[in-house]
């Protein structure tokens, strides 16, 4: 089987890419999903998540994140004349969140259908 | 501006400075305005100055290659091999400290207890070591920094270099000037007991005068000569300017991928040396006795030296191990 470029050095693909985030993984997925509507910038992405996921990023937190995420190409600055730099995602941001979210709807199914089936014979 | 957003600009500036400076320059703008917004609903708030502080001292662990990912692989080579240097400073301060205290006991008295004996062998041995590994490391970065200068390529590296020079010509004429009043046998008729030449014990006595019980005592330190005193806050910071001005020179001398990853194995050999000089300095803090008229006696000093060599010794290992890893990768990527 041919074997891609990233295989061949131990690396990530671009779809894998969440997975290798570790404790990131929870507010890169929110700030993923807070872009994937549109460009944002750090306190309307702050807002947005907290309207949405009913959780408050604190400030460090979230530039950790965008700073990790920049960096792995997963999101990139839109330039902005103004102090407030908004953010978009990319396509291999796209990419990966939509691999990371499929993963976790498929443990939510299993959960959910586990719980389900044990409430029957319980 | 309002003065409720002046304070919020301030407050935001004064966060703003626990990230390192190459953070800032990237996102510090921007980040500075989240938190003014941030402020702008809620003026007060602990978390997010805890959240800001953890961060912010996260960016800088991770400049200085220990955690994180954020460094490009040579730039994690560089920073740990720069750490790997800072530790070890660190650990031969308070090492050879502890270790020229000692040779001064064995030339009046050889020590009688085993474990005090086979402390100051290994730690002589490892001694040695380094100085074989320090000339080994040397060599390529010598020549690449000649080659810098000569290149008129060295712009950035002539403040650092300048630190290095004159520091440890501070170091050099200083431990030899008041290597003189050394507490050994001098011209005594015992002498020749010594595990190492004379001038090499005296001159490393007198390099680290200032790894001292006496600083908790100023009734006593008051009694010694002021041109002692004087050395003795004169030498820390001369080991100081050498300290941050091998980092830096380090971080900024473009060397080969072949020579980064010899000093990185070079930096892993030195931490290795550095744990067999700890365990020979721990043996005598455990095992050791005071005697032959207590020459060989442990202080709280020393039991301090060892603590700041742990730590340090984890500190090498953590460098050396990542600037190892990210130059294989590097080689293999290649």
Redesign the interface.
Known sequence: MARTEAAQTDEPTKSEALSTFGRYAGPATLILSSLAEGTKHGYALTKDIEEFADVRIAPGTLYEALARLERQGLIEPVESHDRRRPYRLTADGALALRAHLDSQRRVADVGLRRLASSTETG | MTDTSDAATRRARRLLRFYPRG?RA??G???????I??MSERPRSV??TA??????L??RVACTGLAGD?LEPVQQIRAGLAAVGCALIAFLAFGVAIWSQLTIGWQWSAPAAPATKTAMLVMTGVIFVFAVLALLAAIPLVCTLCRTFVQRRASGLVGPVMAVVVGAIVLVAGSIHFGHGWPGTGGHPWAGRDVVPIAVARFCWAATLWITSYWAHPGALASFPMSEITWMVASPIALLAVLIGAAKTLRRLPLSPRALRYESWLGTAAALAMAGFLAGAGSWIISGGPAPRGLFRVGAIDSAGVAVMAAALILAFRAAQRALTASLIRS??R
């Open positions: 953070w990237r996102y703008e921007e980040f500075a305005q989240l938190l917004d941030d978390t997010r959240d800001v502080v953890r961060t912010g996260l960016a954020t293999s990527t």
